[in-house]
């Protein structure tokens, strides 16, 4: 056992302070992703981005919020619902691995690769997928209530008076936002005292093969890019762009080679 | 926002229907979707006309029901419904009938122009481009395409509420304008242009990597990757993608 699966040496004052950062963060950003607002600033990207610049190193934040954002890049909502929370599960795991230095072994060099600090990568990676599903079921239920409480409203709107309207929405944006904080907050915890602790216990087999993980996503982003731009009047335009940067890359190597 | 009201009150009510709408989708249910947010975004202009007891009655229990449509453009058929209302009010012809024939047509036909131009065009554009800034070690530039986005929409959204107000009835012909057409058009060219770029920068990493001894297995897990996306066709939610991708990426460590 190199480390151990509770770990509570790694709470310390400042990890008190993030906690707030999470929290509020958490609340917002689950608010945006379709209650309040709708900006995209909750995709998993520019989430991470913003929560591990605010905690003092955005280069966390891409590190993990990149393959994260390649791997949801095709869930769209159109004609179908992806149900769960990307943002709160995102907050909390990448404030965890700032405030820890987690990943310090990842970075430095280039976003997407392979080797022993990526499989730190592809263990978040893991948890952000699994608390994204997990807080499926906490969106469902708020949508139950909201059914709940719409039938509830038109009961209440029958005398004639608005109150009970501006009672709903208020009390529905409040329940998404405390939803968000919450689950963000957990995910901080879980990520700092249990899961990162547990990346020593692995098998060197298993981090072999994590450290393969986050160079995977791209391939599933482009998978889901190319059904979308690739139809028979966007297929010229992607293999010219392709095309031409391939030959850019080769020039820029060929030239770096030459020199 | 009716004419006869003062500037300063009509950007008032503006305002508040503005802010409103923004939290269209807060009491969104599976049964009547997005007709609380509508409603409560309607609250505003009902109080500024003064409404009696009854009329309020009537007039929420005739915008209770099914409502959905894309948020982004929302606001053109509130501005539009709150010109009908008016029009109703006043008792220039305008039956109920026609005004929830309207907000179900408009809301229909919005939905579908807004899923090809933010869902399908603009979102994927917009995050392309932060990701080719996230390679490059930008998290400014990560940042700065949302930033952007967030800053114009809500311009426009703004902006749409006062439009769709002063066309009513109109609105359609603003609809089968070819500029929105275009613009799809456009947008989809762009991220096919992007797609094309992002997709060499990953070929050219995955030549590097096979020059490595290490990288073949990477190299095929990204071929297969790719395969198990276009096999998926965006049915999969992305997170069950991660867990599906874990035994690919540990069968992949023995090459």
Same mark, same amino acid.
């Given at each position: 056992?190199?480390?151990?699966?509770?770990?509570?040496?790694?709470?310390?004052?400042?990890? %008190?302070?993030?906690?707030?950062?999470?929290?509020?963060?958490?609340?917002?950003?689950?608010?945006?992703?379709?209650?309040? %607002?709708?900006?995209?600033?909750?995709?998993?990207?520019?989430?991470?981005?913003?929560?591990?610049?605010?905690?003092?190193?955005?280069?966390v934040?891409?590190?993990?919020?990149?393959?994260?954002?390649?791997?949801?890049?095709?869930?769209?909502?159109?004609?179908?619902?992806?149900?769960?929370?990307?943002?709160?599960?995102?907050?909390?795991?990448?404030?965890a691995a700032?405030?820890t230095g987690f990943l310090e072994?990842?970075?430095?060099?280039?976003?997407?690769?392979?080797?022993?600090?990526?499989?730190r990568?592809?263990?978040l990676?893991?948890?952000?997928?699994? %608390?994204?599903?997990?807080?499926?079921?906490?969106?469902?239920?708020?949508?139950?209530?909201?059914?709940?409480?719409?039938?509830?409203?038109?009961?209440?709107?029958?005398?004639?008076?608005?109150?009970?309207?501006?009672?709903?929405?208020?009390?529905?944006?409040?329940?998404?936002?405390?939803?968000?904080?919450?689950?963000?907050?957990?995910?901080?915890?879980?990520t700092?005292?249990?899961?990162q602790?547990?990346y020593?216990?692995?098998?060197?087999?298993?981090?072999?093969?994590?450290?393969?993980?986050?160079?995977?996503?791209?391939?599933?982003?482009?998978?889901?890019?190319?059904?979308?731009?690739?139809?028979?009047?966007?297929?010229?335009?992607?293999?010219?762009?392709?095309?031409?940067?391939?030959?850019?890359?080769?020039?820029?190597?060929?030239?770096?080679?030459?020199? | 926002?009716?004419?006869?009201?003062?500037?300063?009150?009509?950007?008032?009510?503006?305002?508040?229907? =503005?802010?409103?709408?923004?939290?269209?989708?807060?009491?969104?249910?599976?049964?009547?979707?997005?007709?609380?947010?509508?409603?409560?975004?309607?609250?505003?202009?009902?109080?500024?006309?003064?409404?009696?007891?009854?009329?309020?009655?009537? @007039?929420?229990?005739?915008?209770?029901?099914? =409502?959905?449509?894309?948020?982004? +453009?929302?606001?053109?058929?509130?501005?539009?419904?709150?010109?009908?209302?008016?029009?109703?009010?006043?008792?220039?012809?305008?039956?109920?009938?026609?005004?929830?024939?309207?907000?179900?047509?408009?809301?229909?036909?919005?939905?579908?122009?807004?899923?090809?131009?933010?869902?399908?065009?603009?979102?994927?554009? #917009?995050? *392309?481009?932060?990701?080719? =800034?996230?390679? *490059?070690?930008?998290?400014?530039? #990560? +940042?700065?395409?949302?930033?952007?986005?967030?800053?114009?929409?809500?311009? @426009?959204?703004?902006?749409?509420?006062?439009?769709?107000?002063?066309?009513?009835?109109?609105?359609?012909?603003?609809?089968?304008?070819?500029?929105?057409?275009?613009?799809?058009?456009?947008?989809?060219?762009?991220?096919?242009?992007?797609?094309?770029?992002?997709?060499?920068?990953? #070929?050219?990493?995955?030549?590097?990597?096979?020059?490595?001894?290490?990288?073949?297995?990477?190299?095929?897990?990204? #071929?297969?990757?790719?395969?198990?996306?276009?096999?998926?066709?965006?049915?999969?939610?992305?997170?069950? *993608?991660?867990?599906?991708?874990?035994?690919?990426? +540990?069968?992949?460590?023995?090459?």
């Amino acid at each position: 056992m190199s480390e151990a699966w509770w770990d509570p040496s790694s709470i310390t004052f400042w990890s %008190g302070q993030a906690l707030v950062v999470v929290a509020l963060l958490g609340a917002w950003l689950s608010l945006d992703e379709t209650a309040l %607002g709708q900006t995209w600033l909750a995709q998993p990207l520019p989430a991470a981005t913003m929560t591990a610049w605010l905690l003092g190193d955005p280069a966390v934040g891409m590190l993990i919020g990149l393959p994260f954002q390649f791997v949801t890049l095709g869930n769209l909502p159109v004609g179908q619902t992806f149900l769960g929370d990307k943002a709160s599960p995102v907050v909390g795991v990448v404030a965890a691995a700032v405030v820890t230095g987690f990943l310090e072994e990842a970075l430095g060099g280039e976003l997407l690769q392979t080797g022993p600090g990526a499989g730190r990568v592809g263990w978040l990676l893991i948890l952000v997928a699994l %608390g994204s599903l997990a807080s499926h079921s906490l969106v469902r239920l708020e949508r139950t209530w909201h059914v709940h409480w719409g039938t509830r409203t038109l009961r209440l709107l029958r005398p004639g008076g608005t109150r009970p309207l501006d009672r709903v929405q208020m009390s529905s944006l409040l329940v998404t936002g405390m939803r968000g904080a919450v689950t963000s907050v957990v995910m901080f915890g879980l990520t700092m005292l249990i899961w990162q602790p547990g990346y020593g216990d692995l098998p060197d087999r298993m981090r072999l093969g994590l450290g393969l993980l986050p160079w995977l996503t791209p391939a599933i982003g482009l998978g889901a890019l190319v059904e979308l731009f690739g139809s028979r009047a966007g297929i010229r335009w992607l293999l010219s762009s392709f095309l031409l940067t391939l030959f850019l890359f080769w020039m820029v190597a060929w030239k770096g080679g030459a020199t | 926002m009716s004419a006869e009201a003062s500037p300063q009150r009509r950007c008032r009510t503006s305002g508040a229907i =503005f802010l409103r709408s923004l939290a269209l989708q807060a009491s969104w249910n599976p049964r009547r979707m997005q007709n609380i947010g509508l409603l409560s975004a309607l609250m505003p202009w009902m109080r500024s006309q003064g409404m009696g007891k009854g009329e309020v009655r009537r @007039f929420c229990r005739s915008h209770f029901g099914y =409502f959905n449509t894309n948020p982004y +453009l929302a606001n053109f058929l509130i501005g539009g419904l709150i010109r009908l209302e008016e029009e109703r009010r006043s008792g220039s012809g305008m039956s109920p009938e026609r005004v929830i024939l309207f907000k179900e047509t408009l809301g229909r036909a919005l939905a579908s122009l807004g899923d090809q131009l933010f869902w399908l065009g603009l979102q994927p554009t #917009v995050l *392309m481009i932060g990701i080719l =800034f996230a390679l *490059m070690g930008k998290p400014a530039g #990560v +940042l700065a395409p949302v930033l952007l986005f967030t800053v114009g929409q809500l311009i @426009f959204r703004y902006r749409a509420i006062d439009l769709g107000y002063r066309l009513g009835i109109d609105i359609v012909d603003l609809l089968t304008s070819p500029r929105w057409h275009q613009l799809i058009h456009l947008l989809k060219r762009v991220g096919a242009v992007l797609t094309g770029v992002l997709a060499a920068w990953m #070929v050219a990493g995955a030549g590097r990597l096979v020059a490595l001894e290490e990288g073949r297995g990477a190299a095929l897990g990204l #071929v297969l990757t790719a395969g198990l996306a276009l096999w998926a066709r965006r049915r999969l939610p992305g997170e069950s *993608m991660v867990l599906l991708l874990v035994p690919l990426a +540990l069968a992949l460590s023995y090459l």
